[in-house]
Structures are given as C-alpha cells and as structure tokens.
C-alpha cells in the first residue's frame, strides 16, 4: 500500500504563486509515476501535470503549460507543483495520485493511477 498527503494549498490573488507538495509513504520503490488532478466544484477531475520517477519525464495539461511546473524531492520523497501565474480558473481541489505500472493506462486520466491523496484546496481570488 502507498499512502499520499498533499500540503501546500491556500488562498491566492490571481497572478499569485502557491507550491503544492505530495508526499508518499510505504510501498513507494514500485511507483512507476506521480500525476496531479484537480476537480473544480460541479466538474469533473481533470489531469494537471505528471512526472515519471526513473526517466523523470514531465507532461503537463494545455491549460498549467508554462505556468505550473512538476518536479521530485527525492530527499523528501515528495511530488511537489510549483503553480505560478495563478488564475481564478485554476480553483479547484488539488490531489495527488501514484501508479505502479507503466503500462497501467494512460498518465492523462484518473482511471490510470491506484493511489489517491485526500485533496488540498487552491482558491485563486480575482
């Protein structure tokens, strides 16, 4: 089992910075991949940005590129979103989720990742 704390989430005026950490817990030496989603009241969860531990390959959504950036702390064994340039539409609950396998689905959608973290909240004022 791998267990997932998201931190970092909180109140911003728009064209703010806010960093969002995910850190992991036990049987992380089988994850194959970070993603982090988030799910804006009444929509669905969408995919934000992920990151592959070993190639540390990186892909982000149209909507983050340029201003959301993903990365690792190894020393932490954390996730972290670096989330620039904040905009009232990024609002959302953020949550982390890993995967194990790399042929486990596709990185873009929920459906791909096996463990969740409970949510943190971004709130992005105009």
């Known amino acids: 089992q791998v267990q997932l704390v998201e931190s970092g989430g909180g109140l911003v005026q728009a064209g703010g910075s806010l960093r969002l950490s995910c850190a992991s817990s036990?049987?992380?030496?089988?994850?194959?991949?970070t993603g982090w989603f988030r799910q804006a009241s009444g929509k669905e969860r969408e995919f934000v940005a992920a990151?592959?531990?070993?190639?540390?390959?990186?892909y982000y959504a149209d909507s983050v590129k340029g201003r959301f950036t993903i990365s690792r702390d190894n020393a932490k064994n954390s996730v972290d979103l670096q989330m620039d340039s904040l905009k009232p539409e990024d609002t959302a609950v953020y949550y982390c989720?890993?995967?194990?396998?790399?042929?486990?689905?596709?990185?873009?959608?929920?459906?791909?990742?096996?463990?969740w973290g409970q949510g943190t909240q971004v709130t992005v004022s105009s």
């Open positions: 989720a890993n995967r194990d396998s790399r042929y486990g689905g596709s990185l873009y959608h929920p459906s791909g990742y096996d463990y």
């Open positions: 036990g049987r992380t030496f089988l994850t194959y991949a």
């Open positions: 990151l592959t531990w070993r190639e540390a390959n990186t």
